[in-house]
């Protein structure tokens, strides 16, 4: 069974710029969330969706938006992009919610310079 | 005070030693506890999963929630070279489907031959 793929695995983008990062989940599962990644705050839960609806959202800013698709590929897009975006961002599937058993990709490296 | 505390290490110790993972939380809600294990470069996968109170076993691994104190932990029996990652605690109030986990920090740990 394929893992959770995302791409692309490496990011580098322009303060100002806008990016779009892409997760295919494990076949099946229908929840698919998201985390920021960074050393000084660790791993952060942005948020998580089912069934293409958006059930639970972490403390971020509007900039940070996603959605997802009928067949459950996800995507986050993050606009006007700051230094302190610079994280790896994760997504994680699971069958039925972060709660559970969840498998997470190996994220796409974003760097804001 | 931050909801999940995890001391960050970095903890080193020879093959073969008795690892003690722990975490302290803030959060008398929280009731499903887990462990994760991210190798460098990688996305984290899921070690152990437990709820409420009490030890959970798992080959070299053992899980304990002690929720009078707020405090879970992670041992390693036999550690061995391959064990080296950085170990991350979460936990979620909820059950169900919904609910987003909160993550420590990770204690990065490095077994020596």
């Known amino acids: 069974k394929a893992g959770v793929t995302q791409t692309p695995r490496y990011l580098i983008k322009t303060r100002g710029q806008q990016v779009t990062l892409s997760c295919s989940p494990i076949s099946g599962h229908r929840s698919v969330s998201w985390y920021q990644q960074t050393p000084g705050q660790g791993l952060q839960f942005l948020f998580e969706?089912?069934?293409?609806?958006?059930?639970n959202k972490g403390n971020f800013p509007g900039r940070f938006s996603g959605r997802q698709f009928s067949n459950s590929r996800s995507e986050m897009n993050v606009s006007t992009l700051e230094l302190g975006d610079s994280a790896l961002y994760l997504c994680?599937?699971?069958?039925?919610?972060?709660?559970?058993?969840?498998?997470f990709g190996p994220g796409t490296r974003l760097t804001v310079t | 005070q931050k909801e999940v505390e995890q001391d960050p290490g970095p903890l080193s110790v020879p093959e073969g030693a008795i690892v003690s993972l722990n975490c302290t939380y803030s959060n008398s809600a929280f009731q499903y506890f887990m462990w994760y294990r991210q190798y460098s470069r990688k996305g984290p996968e899921l070690l152990m999963y437990t709820y409420s109170s009490g030890n959970k076993e798992d080959g070299r691994f053992t899980a304990q929630v002690d929720k009078s104190s707020k405090y879970i932990s992670l041992f390693i029996r036999d550690s061995q070279p391959s064990d080296s990652a950085t170990y991350l605690c979460a936990m979620t109030p909820y059950g169900g489907s919904q609910g987003n986990l909160i993550f420590g920090k990770g204690t990065k740990l490095s077994v020596k031959p």
């Open positions: 994680a599937s699971s069958f039925r919610g972060p709660s559970y058993e969840q498998y």
């Open positions: 969706y089912f069934s293409e609806t958006q059930r």
